[in-house]
């Protein structure tokens, strides 16, 4: 009777210490992750019955033992340390199966499991997928090392925890793709997360001592809008994504005819993938063209700008703006920048050979300007094709200076330094700050085409360019003006001191023997003028 009345308390003791603390955990969790504290609670009775029944059982038991013999204790410890620890292995082992361990944010396998619960919810709700990558994140892993990248995803992670609503999960899907999935969304509510992210991402941040600024791009479906099963609205979201890359930095919201455009980029990112790792068959497929560069005063040819061309065997010749995009995306620029810089050098020479010396004009992708072996690789190139540094300029964004700043300044210095010119490109397109100016050395301001289009017409325009030729000049810069589509517009800027003008009516982008043709025609017709001056010397005594 004795031994009956503990073990009935026991029980009862074990279960009330069992509720009631489970109860107080529930309802702390349940606050800080504003979900229901039944909801909560149940999540929790599961996992805590695994040890807590076992153990419980044992009660009985023990208070038996410990009224007969109470050594023999010792003999039930063992087997409550398998059941809490097996447990606690148990619970771990689901924590990995459904986390990431670098940032410690849901995975994949989370992610699809929460929006099939969410999904099949029947009560009629509203929920957003928001896929988000990084841009140039492949860049920045091959140049600054994977210790960088890893930081700059667990800081990634911070932000998307940072804006993420109470009622979402965030979730990494590998590589530097991330989601969230915002349950019961309100109308806007994921364009304004969005926005968030996409500029809480910007912020700049010290990484291991260098300054690092993430870029992200978001792509939004939603539930039931845009697909009926956690597929559709993942690919939907993925679909949007890509549109969001090709328009750069930003968000956009899936729409229905974004499909054929979004499959036509996969395949291309694909294409080009191989291409470049065939040399071979990029150097067949990849084509250059070159746009004069002439001097305003008396319109002779100063230099080359290089554009590139893809010849696709599917598709036909293809324009930057058309794959350009998915090369970013994929984190291909660093290396078609590369084969371009080295195409182009080869052209140099050949030109070379014909007697023919222009100055070359090469674009450089942003994520070029992060590498810090960019000095030595053009170095290294110039060298094999024995060109002098004075006769390349590379032409840089305002985007790229402005996204790390200290480190694409160091570079350009670096390069500048052997010799090699630097210009502006798209001067006044981007973020225009003057502050850059003043801290790095460049050689040349490329006045955007925007500008200069309309500077005939446009007093805005017009105050805009003569004032960007002026500060150019006193800075010691050369200015360039793109765009110059008539005769108007070249002899209005030629008035306004602009110093080399580059466009469409003085000479398009052609193959790289019209080039010569245009010179060595250019040289043939000096002869021949020499020559018709000269007879009228003659005739004239
Ligand atoms: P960008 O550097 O500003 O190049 C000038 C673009 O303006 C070229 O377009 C050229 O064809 C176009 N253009 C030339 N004259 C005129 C004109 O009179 N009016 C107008 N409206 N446009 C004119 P393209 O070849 O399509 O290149 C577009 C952009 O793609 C380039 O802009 C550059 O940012 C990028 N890109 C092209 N080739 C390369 C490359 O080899 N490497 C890199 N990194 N970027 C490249
Ligand atoms: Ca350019
Ligand atoms: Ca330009």
């Not at 029980?11 to 606050?31: E, K, Q, R």
């Not at 109470?166 to 991330?178: C, K, M, W």
């Not at 539930?223 to 939907?236: A, I, M, N």
């Not at 065997?313 to 920048?337: K, M, N, S, V, Y």
């Amino acid at each position: 009777h004795h031994v009956h009345l503990s073990t009935g308390s026991a029980i009862i003791a074990g279960l009330t210490f069992f509720l009631v603390n489970n109860s107080l955990i529930a309802v702390v969790l349940a606050l800080q992750a504003e979900r229901g504290v039944l909801m909560q609670l149940w999540g929790d009775v599961r996992w805590q019955t695994l040890t807590a029944v076992p153990s419980t059982a044992l009660a009985p038991a023990v208070a038996a033992t410990a009224v007969g013999s109470p050594w023999l204790l010792l003999c039930l410890l063992a087997p409550l340390v398998t059941v809490v620890h097996s447990s606690r292995l148990a619970s771990r082992r689901e924590f990995e199966a459904l986390h990431d361990a670098l940032t410690g944010l849901g995975n994949r396998a989370m992610l699809v499991g929460a929006l099939d619960r969410t999904l099949a919810d029947p009560r009629p709700a509203r929920h957003a997928i928001l896929m988000v990558d990084l841009d140039h994140f492949k860049d920045v892993n091959d140049t600054l090392g994977h210790h960088i990248g890893d930081a700059l995803l667990i800081v990634a992670a911070g932000v998307l925890s940072d804006v993420a609503p109470p009622n979402s999960i965030v979730a990494r899907l590998g590589g530097d793709e991330f989601a969230l999935l915002i349950r019961d969304v309100g109308d806007r509510e994921a364009a304004h997360v969005a926005t968030a992210l996409v500029q809480g991402l910007r912020q700049p941040r010290i990484v291991e001592g260098t300054e690092l600024r993430a870029r992200g791009s978001v792509g939004i479906a939603y539930f039931p809008d845009d697909g009926l099963t956690p597929s559709d609205v993942l690919r939907r979201a993925d679909v949007a994504l890509y549109k969001a890359k090709e328009e750069r930095d930003g968000y956009v919201a899936y729409e229905p005819s974004h499909d054929s455009s979004a499959l036509g980029q996969l395949t291309l990112v694909n294409e080009l993938t191989a291409l470049l790792d065939d040399p071979a068959l990029a150097r067949q497929q990849l084509a250059l063209v070159y746009q004069p560069l002439l001097r305003a005063g008396d319109r002779e040819m100063s230099g080359v700008e290089c554009l590139v061309r893809w010849d696709h065997p599917r598709l036909g010749r293809l324009l930057p703006a058309d794959f350009l995009p998915a090369a970013e995306h994929a984190g291909l620029t660093g290396q078609l920048g590369r084969l371009i810089l080295e195409l182009a050098a080869a052209q140099h020479q050949r030109w070379a050979a014909e007697g023919i010396d222009v100055c070359l004009s090469v674009n450089v992708f942003v994520t070029q300007l992060s590498d810090a072996a960019l000095p030595e690789t053009v170095g290294a190139v110039l060298g094999r094709y024995g060109m002098r540094t004075g006769s390349l300029v590379l032409e840089v964004t305002e985007d790229a200076l402005i996204s790390d700043p200290e480190r694409s300044s160091d570079i350009l210095r670096r390069i500048r330094a052997t010799g090699v010119r630097i210009s502006i490109d798209d001067y006044g397109a981007g973020y225009s700050s003057l502050a850059y100016l003043k801290n790095l050395d460049v050689d040349e301001l490329k006045i955007d085409r925007q500008f200069v289009m309309n500077v005939g017409a446009d007093a805005t325009d017009r105050i805009i360019v003569q004032s960007t030729i002026d500060l150019g000049h006193q800075l010691g810069l050369r200015v360039v003006a793109e765009g110059v589509e008539d005769e108007e517009t070249a002899a209005l800027l030629g008035e306004m001191s602009c110093d080399l003008l580059q466009g469409y009516q003085l000479g398009a982008p052609v193959p790289a023997e019209a080039i010569a043709l245009r010179v060595t025609g250019a040289a043939a017709a000096l002869a021949e003028n020499r020559r018709a001056l000269h007879v009228v010397r003659e005739t004239v005594g």
